[in-house]
Each structure stands twice: as structure tokens, then as C-alpha cells.
């Protein structure tokens, strides 16, 4: 089922960003309360949205930032138990693999 509130997009939204053509939607979370690990990509050019490769683990409230063309997510907030972690993950997004740095 796709996202009411931000169409074309599939799962809740967390955080978009645009890069390179594209807006991509990582993390969120789902109507009980866990955080997801999933990312999407909305192609401007043709309207299609793609499964990307999932994060190495589920964010809510995670930060967003790309350099040198690397996306970084920072930080998640989980809520089963809840507790803030200060984390950082990157994606090439050439290669489409997630890395702990």
C-alpha cells in the first residue's frame, strides 16, 4: 500500500532528500511504533520508485547529510526500547552497499 501523505512513496517517511535526479526516503516508522531500515528512491525523470538497498539497521529521527557522492545517516532514535544512538552509516550511491563507519 503507498503512503498517503507522500505519494509515490511506499512506507512512512522519515526523511527525503534529493540527489543526482532522484529524492530518496530513508528510515521511519511503521504504525507500531518500530523503526525502519528501508530506502526508496523516486526518479524525477520517469516517475518510478525503486527498493534500494535497506540501511544495516532500522532508523527513526535519523539525520541525512551526502559528500563526495556518499550518503550518510546519522544518529536513529528507537522507540522498543527507547533510546537514541549516535551511529553513523554511509551509502555509495554507486555501488548501493551500506557501510558502518
Avoid at 520508485?49 to 544495516?56: G, K, L, R
Avoid at 539497521?57 to 557522492?69: M, T
Wanted: glycine fraction near 8%; charged fraction near 15%.
Amino acid at each position: 500500500m503507498r503512503n498517503r501523505l507522500y505519494a509515490p512513496f511506499i512506507t512512512p517517511i522519515n526523511f527525503f532528500f534529493h540527489f543526482s535526479g532522484s529524492i530518496y526516503c530513508i528510515g521511519g516508522m511503521d504504525s507500531t511504533g518500530h523503526s525502519l531500515s528501508s530506502v526508496e528512491r523516486y526518479n524525477l525523470s520517469n516517475g518510478r520508485v525503486s527498493i534500494e538497498a535497506s540501511m544495516i539497521s532500522p532508523r527513526s529521527g535519523v539525520g541525512v547529510a551526502v559528500l563526495d557522492g556518499k550518503l550518510y545517516a546519522v544518529g536513529k532514535l528507537q522507540y522498543q526500547p527507547f533510546q537514541y544512538y549516535s551511529s553513523v552509516d554511509t551509502l555509495s550511491i554507486v555501488e548501493f552497499v551500506w557501510k558502518p563507519v
